[in-house]
């Protein structure tokens, strides 16, 4: 048997980076998915209708809370259940604090601090009518628990979800779902990489006591034992998948 057969899942920025490597190796172990995401990439959903399993994208902009009501009752409607969320879209800012925009602070808050929340708020009110549950996995960061120059709106969200995700599973400990938080180190995605020269690639694999960025695939895996059976007695938690960033 495998580890989603039957099982329904709703990932969030799952068409590119970690979202999408999520949801190959999911739909590889039987899981039926829906990607929630700004913009359809018709090669990398088929990439994951590849792997045999059940896929429907919805166009879904986390920071509007009328998305993601609708991305959790379309994955219901297609799929009859909800068994497992990945709250993963996120963006970065790039700036000091004392030169950053209000824009700038409300959009990266916006996506990666209240997307969370607002998923949690359909996902979970969705999960306590069924009678299995469910698990849900937040997206943070190695930033949940450091900080880097540039990027305060993005620090202050992944912390936050760490918070968030404590609250979640108190009140749900005894509802059968299981929320957690994994914090990746440097990973190669777009969102990483898209920019970055190889002064900035060098300093990033400096800062990993393993010396290398992680391969978005290394966090998938470990997404998916959070979201898994394998994980049963875990709730609340922030697991760091970070190459031995926050060793130091
Ligand atoms: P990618 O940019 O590769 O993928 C993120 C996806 O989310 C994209 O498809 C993006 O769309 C989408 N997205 C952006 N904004 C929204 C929104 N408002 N609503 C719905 N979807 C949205 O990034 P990663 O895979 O690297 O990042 C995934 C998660 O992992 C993020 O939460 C990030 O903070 C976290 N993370 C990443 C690390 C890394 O080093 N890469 C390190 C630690 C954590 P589009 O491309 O069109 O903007």
């Known amino acids: 048997m495998k580890r989603f057969e039957n099982k329904v899942m709703l990932i969030t920025g799952g068409i590119s980076g970690i979202g999408k490597a999520t949801a190959i190796l999911a739909a590889r172990e039987g899981a039926s998915i829906m990607i929630a995401d700004l913009r359809l990439n018709q090669q990398a959903l088929d990439d994951i209708l590849q792997e045999g399993a059940e896929a429907a994208f919805i166009a879904c902009d986390v920071s509007k809370p009328e998305d993601m009501e609708n991305a959790v009752a379309a994955t219901v409607a297609q799929f009859g259940r909800l068994d497992v969320a990945i709250n993963n879209a996120g963006i970065v800012d790039a700036s000091p604090i004392h030169e950053k925009s209000i824009e700038e602070w409300q959009k990266v808050t916006g996506v990666n601090l209240n997307g969370v929340f607002y998923g949690m708020k359909y996902e979970i009110a969705r999960m306590r009518r069924q009678d299995t549950g469910g698990a849900i996995v937040n997206v943070g960061s190695i930033m949940s628990q450091v900080g880097e120059i540039g990027i305060a709106a993005y620090t202050a969200s992944k912390h936050g979800l760490?918070?968030?995700?404590?609250?979640?599973?108190?009140?749900?400990?005894?509802?059968?779902?299981?929320?957690?938080?994994?914090?990746?180190?440097?990973?190669?995605?777009?969102?990483?990489?898209?920019?970055?020269?190889?002064?900035?690639?060098?300093?990033?694999?400096?800062?990993?006591?393993?010396?290398?960025?992680?391969?978005?695939?290394?966090?998938?895996?470990a997404i998916l034992f959070l979201a898994s059976d394998d994980a049963s007695f875990c709730t609340g938690a922030y697991l760091p998948v970070d190459g031995g960033y926050l060793c130091q």
């Open 162 to 221: 760490v918070g968030m995700t404590k609250v979640a599973a108190l009140e749900n400990g005894t509802s059968n779902i299981r929320i957690n938080t994994i914090g990746p180190g440097y990973i190669e995605t777009p969102l990483l990489m898209d920019n970055a020269s190889a002064d900035s690639r060098a300093y990033m694999e400096s800062k990993h006591a393993m010396k290398r960025l992680g391969k978005p695939e290394e966090i998938a895996k």
